[in-house]
C-alpha cells in the first residue's frame, strides 16, 4: 500500500509545482529550485520504509507534520519550531551547511515559527528551506557558490618558496621531488632504505609539514635511488670529459667491512674550471676474490672506462702493499696516453724513466710517516705504560668515573672521560697523551688517592712519569701535525712534502742525541732514507712551481735535507732542472695551441725582495757538519743564483727554445707572501694568461694528493652505510648510497 505524498506548505500551489516541472530542463539548477521544495523521486516512501528508517515515531506524522530530515543529513544549529503541530518535538538542525546560509521563518496558522526558506550568505541566493526538502539542493549551491570559492581562496594562507635569485614563487607539493629528497635523507643520514615507508616518518611528515605526504614503498625508493645514481653519473662523465678539466688524479684502497665484505674505492680528484680542488668517488667495487695485482687492476681499469677517463690519468696514488706495486705496473700501459705517447717498456732499475708516467705511480705519504714512527712504537710503549694503567684503573668502575667527576667539579675543574690508546696505533698515543696533558693535577691526585700502594710505598705516577711521558708527546707532534696537514683534500698537498721533509729529518736529528729517545732515532732514520732519500720527483717539481720557492728555495732545500742526511743532492737538482724542461715540452706539444697572446710577466724584485734575502742567505748554522761534500754541494746548489736559468736550461736540454714560459718563471723573482693565507691555485689562474701552457702542467702537478686519506675516508662513510641494520644492503646499493652522499 503506498503511502499518501508528503504535505507541501501551504504558500505553494500545484500550478506553480507542475510550472516548475516543466521548465527543468531550460533553466538553471539554482534557478529552479529557488523558493522550492524538494523534488527527489525517493521522497516519496511507503509506510514500510518510513518505519524502517525512522522509527514506528514516523507513522504519526504521515498525514499532516513534515518529516524533520535534517535529522538524518545532519541539519544546522538551533531549534527552529518548524512543525505546526505544538505536540511534534522539534530537533535542532546541526547541518554544517547553514554556515553558509541565513534561515528565512513566517509565522504558522497557529503562530508558530516555521522555517520556509534559506538565503545564501555570499551570493544572496534564495532557495527553499522546509526540512521536508532536505539539505542536498543547499549543499550543490554552496559547493559551486562563485562568490564564496573567491573568499575561500582569499582566506587561505598561501605558502611561498623563493626561487635561486631571491624572487618568491608560490609553493606546489610535488611528489616526485618529495621522493627525490628522500633518497638524498637517506644517503646523508644512514638509515635503512625502508625507513621512508615506516608510519613514525609518514605521520611526522603528515603532522608537522605536509598533509598532502605520500609514503612510498622501499621497492620504489630503491628504484629512485637508481635512478638518482644514474642521473648523477652521467652528469659527472660528461664534467670529466669536458676540455675545462685536464686531468684526473686518482687514489685506491681496499677495505674490509663488517659485513665480511671487501671493497675497492676510486676516488678521483681534480680542478674545476674555478681552479679549486675537488674529489668524486668514482666507484666502490666488491673483491670478493684474491687481492692480487691483477684483480686490482681489473677493477680499477673497469671502474675508469666507465667514466671514460682512462685517457685522461695524470697520477694514481696507493699504499705500500706489493700488490699495488703489482697492480700499477699492469696499468701503466692503459693509463700513460695522457701526454700522448705510449709507455715504452718499463726499466726495473728507473721505473720514472719515461717521461709520460714518471708521476703515475705515487706512494702514500702518510703511510709511509705510519711506517716510520711504527719503528719506535714499541720502544716507547713502557715509557706511558703507567698511564695506560692509571686509565685502565679509572674505566674499570661506574662508580670510579662517577667520583672522578665530582671531583673534578668541586676541584673547578672540566671533567673528562679517557680512552685507551690502541697498539697498532700511535696516533691514538699521541690524543690519549694530548687528553691528560690538561687535566694533569686532578687526574694525578685522583689516582694518588685511589689508586692502592705498591708494597714499597711508591706512587703510580711520579713527576718524572710526567716529564716523560711529556717528551714522548712532542716527540710524535711533529709526526701527527704532519699527518693531518698531508692528509687534505681541497688544496694542494704536493708543494708541502719537501717542507715536511725537511721538518723530519731535523726532528730527527734533534733527537739523536736524547737520554729517553735516542735507541730509536736510527732505525727511524733508515726507514726514511729507505723512502725518501731519493726524493719523487713529483715532489720536487710541485715545490718549484710553488711561486714563493722556485729553483731558489730548491737550492736551499736540498742544502738542508744534505747536511741533515749526508747524502749528495749536487747531480739530482741539474736532473731535476732537465726532467722539468722535458715534461714542459711534453705539455708544449699537446697544448700549445691553447696558447693565447701572452702578457709580458711582471717585475716582481723591489723592495721586499730583502726578505727573500734573508730567507736563501746561506746556512751558516745548518745541522750537521761540514765536508768536502758539503763544499761541492754548496757552489752546485748556488747555480741558480750565479747563473741564469736560461743557461742551466739549455745546458739541461738541447730544445731550449721551446722553454721560454719555464725560463720566464724561473727567472722572475720569487713571491714574498709567506703566510697561510697565500692561495697557490688562485695565483695560477691569475697568471693562466703570463703562462698558458705552464699554468696547466702546475695544475696538473698541484692536483696530486700525496696521501690515500680521500680513500680512507670514503670507508670511514662506507662504514656507517653498512651498520647493522643494514648488512643484507646488495653491494650495488651501497656503491650507489657512497657516491650519492660523497
Same mark, same amino acid.
Given at each position: 500500500?503506498?503511502?499518501?505524498?508528503?504535505?507541501?506548505?501551504?504558500?505553494?500551489?500545484?500550478?506553480?509545482?507542475?510550472?516548475?516541472?516543466?521548465?527543468m530542463?531550460?533553466?538553471?539548477?539554482?534557478?529552479?529550485l529557488?523558493?522550492?521544495?524538494?523534488?527527489?523521486?525517493?521522497?516519496?516512501? /511507503?509506510?514500510?520504509?518510513?518505519?524502517?528508517l525512522?522509527?514506528?515515531?514516523?507513522?504519526?506524522?504521515?498525514e499532516g507534520?513534515?518529516i524533520?530530515?535534517?535529522?538524518?543529513?545532519?541539519?544546522?544549529?538551533?531549534e527552529?519550531?518548524?512543525?505546526?503541530?505544538?505536540?511534534?518535538?522539534?530537533?535542532?538542525?546541526?547541518?554544517d551547511v547553514w554556515?553558509?546560509f541565513?534561515?528565512?521563518?513566517?509565522?504558522?496558522?497557529? /503562530?508558530?515559527?516555521?522555517?520556509h526558506?534559506?538565503?545564501?550568505?555570499?551570493?544572496?541566493?534564495?532557495?527553499?528551506?522546509?526540512?521536508?526538502g532536505?539539505?542536498?539542493h543547499?549543499?550543490?549551491?554552496?559547493?559551486?557558490?562563485?562568490?564564496?570559492?573567491?573568499?575561500?581562496?582569499?582566506?587561505?594562507?598561501?605558502?611561498?618558496?623563493?626561487?635561486?635569485?631571491?624572487?618568491?614563487?608560490?609553493?606546489?607539493?610535488?611528489p616526485?621531488?618529495?621522493?627525490?629528497?628522500?633518497?638524498?635523507?637517506?644517503a646523508?643520514?644512514?638509515v635503512?632504505?625502508?625507513?621512508?615507508?615506516?608510519?613514525?616518518?609518514?605521520?611526522y611528515?603528515k603532522?608537522?609539514?605536509?598533509?598532502?605526504?605520500?609514503?612510498?614503498?622501499?621497492?620504489?625508493?630503491?628504484?629512485?635511488?637508481? %635512478?638518482?645514481?644514474?642521473?648523477?653519473?652521467v652528469?659527472?662523465?660528461?664534467?670529466?670529459?669536458?676540455?675545462?678539466?685536464?686531468?684526473v688524479?686518482?687514489?685506491?684502497?681496499?677495505?674490509?667491512?663488517?659485513?665480511?665484505?671487501?671493497?675497492?674505492?676510486?676516488?678521483?680528484?681534480?680542478?674545476?674550471?674555478?681552479?679549486?680542488?675537488?674529489?668524486?668517488?668514482?666507484?666502490?667495487?666488491?673483491?670478493?676474490?684474491s687481492?692480487?695485482?691483477q684483480?686490482?687492476a681489473?677493477r680499477?681499469?673497469?671502474?675508469?672506462?666507465?667514466?671514460?677517463v682512462?685517457?685522461?690519468?695524470?697520477?694514481?696514488?696507493?699504499? !705500500?702493499?706489493?700488490?699495488?706495486?703489482?697492480?700499477?705496473?699492469?696499468?701503466?700501459?692503459?693509463?700513460?696516453?695522457?701526454l700522448?705517447?705510449?709507455?715504452?717498456?718499463?726499466?726495473?732499475r728507473?721505473?720514472?724513466s719515461?717521461?709520460?708516467?714518471m708521476?703515475?705511480?705515487?706512494r702514500?705519504?702518510?703511510?709511509?710517516?705510519?711506517?716510520?714512527?711504527?719503528?719506535?712504537?714499541d720502544?716507547?710503549?713502557?715509557?706511558i705504560?703507567?698511564?695506560?694503567?692509571?686509565?685502565?684503573?679509572?674505566?674499570?668502575?661506574?662508580?670510579?668515573?662517577?667520583?672522578?667527576?665530582n671531583?673534578?667539579?668541586?676541584?673547578?675543574?672540566?671533567?673528562?672521560?679517557?680512552q685507551?690508546?690502541?697498539?697498532?696505533?700511535?696516533?691514538?698515543t699521541?690524543?690519549?697523551?694530548?687528553?691528560?696533558?690538561?687535566?694533569?693535577?686532578?687526574?694525578?691526585?685522583?689516582?694518588?688517592?685511589?689508586?692502592?700502594?705498591?708494597?714499597d710505598g711508591?706512587?703510580?705516577?711520579?713527576?718524572?712519569?710526567?716529564?716523560?711521558a711529556?717528551?714522548?708527546?712532542?716527540?710524535?707532534?711533529?709526526?701527527y701535525?704532519?699527518?693531518?696537514?698531508?692528509?687534505?683534500?681541497?688544496?694542494?698537498?704536493?708543494?708541502?712534502?719537501?717542507?715536511?721533509?725537511?721538518?723530519?729529518?731535523?726532528?730527527?736529528? !734533534?733527537?739523536? !742525541?736524547?737520554?729517553h729517545?735516542?735507541?730509536?732515532?736510527?732505525?727511524?732514520?733508515?726507514?726514511y732514507? %729507505?723512502?725518501?732519500?731519493?726524493?719523487?720527483?713529483?715532489?720536487?717539481?710541485?715545490?718549484?712551481?710553488d711561486p714563493?720557492?722556485?729553483?731558489?728555495?730548491?737550492?736551499?732545500?736540498?742544502?738542508?735535507?744534505?747536511?741533515?742526511?749526508?747524502?749528495?743532492?749536487?747531480?739530482?737538482?741539474?736532473?731535476?732542472?732537465?726532467?722539468?724542461?722535458?715534461?714542459?715540452?711534453?705539455?708544449?706539444?699537446?697544448?700549445?695551441?691553447?696558447?693565447l697572446?701572452?702578457?709580458?710577466?711582471?717585475?716582481?724584485?723591489?723592495?721586499?725582495?730583502?726578505?727573500?734575502?734573508?730567507?736563501?742567505?746561506?746556512?751558516?748554522?745548518s745541522?750537521?757538519g761540514?765536508?768536502?761534500?758539503?763544499?761541492?754541494?754548496?757552489?752546485?746548489?748556488?747555480?741558480?743564483?750565479?747563473?741564469?736559468?736560461?743557461?742551466?736550461?739549455?745546458?739541461?736540454?738541447?730544445?731550449?727554445?721551446?722553454?721560454?714560459?719555464?725560463?720566464?718563471?724561473?727567472?722572475?723573482?720569487?713571491?714574498?707572501?709567506l703566510?697561510?693565507?697565500?692561495d697557490?691555485?688562485r695565483?695560477?689562474?691569475?697568471?693562466?694568461?703570463?703562462?698558458?701552457v705552464?699554468?696547466?702542467?702546475a695544475?696538473?702537478?698541484?692536483?696530486?694528493?700525496?696521501?690515500?686519506?680521500?680513500?680512507?675516508?670514503?670507508?670511514?662513510?662506507?662504514?656507517?652505510?653498512?651498520e647493522?641494520?643494514?648488512?643484507?644492503?646488495?653491494?650495488?646499493?651501497?656503491?650507489?648510497?657512497?657516491?650519492?652522499?660523497?
Amino acid at each position: 500500500m503506498r503511502m499518501p505524498a508528503v504535505a507541501r506548505p501551504p504558500a505553494v500551489s500545484e500550478d506553480t509545482v507542475e510550472a516548475s516541472a516543466t521548465a527543468m530542463e531550460d533553466e538553471d539548477e539554482d534557478e529552479r529550485l529557488r523558493s522550492l521544495p524538494g523534488d527527489d523521486e525517493d521522497d516519496d516512501m /511507503g509506510e514500510d520504509d518510513l518505519e524502517e528508517l525512522f522509527g514506528r515515531g514516523a507513522r504519526a506524522g504521515v498525514e499532516g507534520d513534515p518529516i524533520d530530515l535534517d535529522v538524518a543529513e545532519g541539519g544546522g544549529g538551533e531549534e527552529d519550531g518548524e512543525n505546526d503541530d505544538d505536540d511534534k518535538v522539534s530537533h535542532p538542525s546541526t547541518s554544517d551547511v547553514w554556515n553558509d546560509f541565513k534561515k528565512l521563518f513566517k509565522i504558522g496558522p497557529k /503562530g508558530k515559527k516555521i522555517r520556509h526558506g534559506a538565503v545564501c550568505i555570499h551570493c544572496h541566493k534564495e532557495y527553499s528551506g522546509r526540512s521536508s526538502g532536505g539539505t542536498r539542493h543547499l549543499r550543490r549551491h554552496r559547493a559551486k557558490c562563485a562568490k564564496r570559492l573567491e573568499k575561500t581562496r582569499n582566506y587561505t594562507q598561501s605558502q611561498i618558496s623563493f626561487n635561486p635569485d631571491g624572487s618568491m614563487r608560490n609553493w606546489e607539493y610535488c611528489p616526485m621531488r618529495a621522493r627525490t629528497e628522500l633518497c638524498r635523507l637517506l644517503a646523508r643520514v644512514d638509515v635503512p632504505i625502508s625507513f621512508g615507508e615506516s608510519n613514525a616518518f609518514e605521520e611526522y611528515i603528515k603532522n608537522a609539514h605536509n598533509p598532502k605526504f605520500v609514503a612510498v614503498s622501499r621497492q620504489t625508493t630503491t628504484r629512485d635511488l637508481t %635512478k638518482m645514481f644514474d642521473e648523477r653519473k652521467v652528469k659527472l662523465v660528461e664534467r670529466l670529459a669536458s676540455d675545462s678539466v685536464n686531468c684526473v688524479c686518482l687514489t685506491s684502497d681496499i677495505w674490509s667491512g663488517n659485513a665480511k665484505e671487501d671493497y675497492l674505492s676510486v676516488v678521483a680528484h681534480y680542478i674545476n674550471p674555478d681552479w679549486q680542488l675537488e674529489k668524486r668517488v668514482l666507484g666502490l667495487v666488491l673483491i670478493d676474490c684474491s687481492h692480487n695485482g691483477q684483480n686490482i687492476a681489473d677493477r680499477v681499469a673497469s671502474v675508469l672506462g666507465e667514466y671514460g677517463v682512462l685517457e685522461k690519468v695524470f697520477a694514481v696514488t696507493l699504499d !705500500n702493499a706489493s700488490s699495488n706495486v703489482s697492480a700499477m705496473r699492469m696499468l701503466r700501459p692503459i693509463l700513460s696516453k695522457y701526454l700522448g705517447l705510449e709507455v715504452p717498456a718499463e726499466d726495473p732499475r728507473h721505473p720514472e724513466s719515461a717521461v709520460t708516467t714518471m708521476f703515475l705511480h705515487q706512494r702514500c705519504a702518510c703511510h709511509i710517516i705510519n711506517l716510520i714512527v711504527k719503528e719506535a712504537l714499541d720502544f716507547l710503549k713502557p715509557l706511558i705504560e703507567v698511564f695506560r694503567t692509571a686509565i685502565s684503573f679509572l674505566n674499570s668502575s661506574n662508580q670510579r668515573i662517577a667520583a672522578y667527576k665530582n671531583y673534578c667539579i668541586a676541584a673547578g675543574f672540566r671533567p673528562r672521560k679517557f680512552q685507551l690508546d690502541m697498539d697498532v696505533r700511535w696516533n691514538s698515543t699521541y690524543l690519549m697523551l694530548k687528553t691528560l696533558f690538561p687535566h694533569k693535577d686532578p687526574f694525578t691526585t685522583f689516582i694518588h688517592a685511589n689508586y692502592p700502594r705498591v708494597e714499597d710505598g711508591e706512587l703510580l705516577l711520579t713527576e718524572e712519569h710526567w716529564t716523560v711521558a711529556e717528551k714522548v708527546f712532542k716527540f710524535l707532534e711533529l709526526f701527527y701535525d704532519a699527518t693531518v696537514a698531508l692528509s687534505g683534500v681541497y688544496y694542494p698537498t704536493s708543494p708541502l712534502m719537501l717542507h715536511y721533509l725537511v721538518k723530519i729529518a731535523i726532528h730527527l736529528n !734533534n733527537y739523536a !742525541n736524547d737520554i729517553h729517545l735516542r735507541d730509536v732515532i736510527q732505525p727511524m732514520v733508515d726507514k726514511y732514507n %729507505k723512502y725518501w732519500r731519493d726524493i719523487p720527483l713529483l715532489y720536487s717539481f710541485a715545490f718549484i712551481l710553488d711561486p714563493r720557492a722556485k729553483m731558489k728555495g730548491f737550492s736551499k732545500v736540498l742544502r738542508k735535507l744534505m747536511n741533515l742526511t749526508s747524502t749528495d743532492y749536487s747531480a739530482y737538482q741539474v736532473g731535476t732542472r732537465a726532467r722539468l724542461t722535458d715534461v714542459y715540452n711534453k705539455y708544449e706539444e699537446k697544448f700549445g695551441a691553447v696558447r693565447l697572446r701572452r702578457t709580458v710577466p711582471q717585475n716582481l724584485s723591489g723592495k721586499k725582495r730583502s726578505a727573500w734575502d734573508e730567507i736563501y742567505d746561506d746556512d751558516s748554522n745548518s745541522s750537521g757538519g761540514g765536508t768536502s761534500s758539503t763544499s761541492m754541494l754548496h757552489s752546485t746548489l748556488n747555480l741558480s743564483r750565479d747563473t741564469s736559468a736560461t743557461a742551466l736550461l739549455h745546458a739541461a736540454t738541447s730544445t731550449g727554445s721551446n722553454a721560454s714560459e719555464l725560463v720566464n718563471y724561473l727567472d722572475c723573482d720569487t713571491v714574498s707572501q709567506l703566510d697561510d693565507s697565500f692561495d697557490i691555485l688562485r695565483w695560477w689562474h691569475e697568471h693562466k694568461l703570463t703562462y698558458p701552457v705552464l699554468s696547466i702542467m702546475a695544475k696538473d702537478v698541484l692536483t696530486v694528493p700525496v696521501s690515500t686519506i680521500s680513500s680512507e675516508s670514503t670507508f670511514s662513510m662506507t662504514g656507517r652505510i653498512i651498520e647493522e641494520r643494514r648488512r643484507r644492503l646488495k653491494p650495488e646499493t651501497v656503491e650507489m648510497l657512497t657516491c650519492i652522499k660523497d
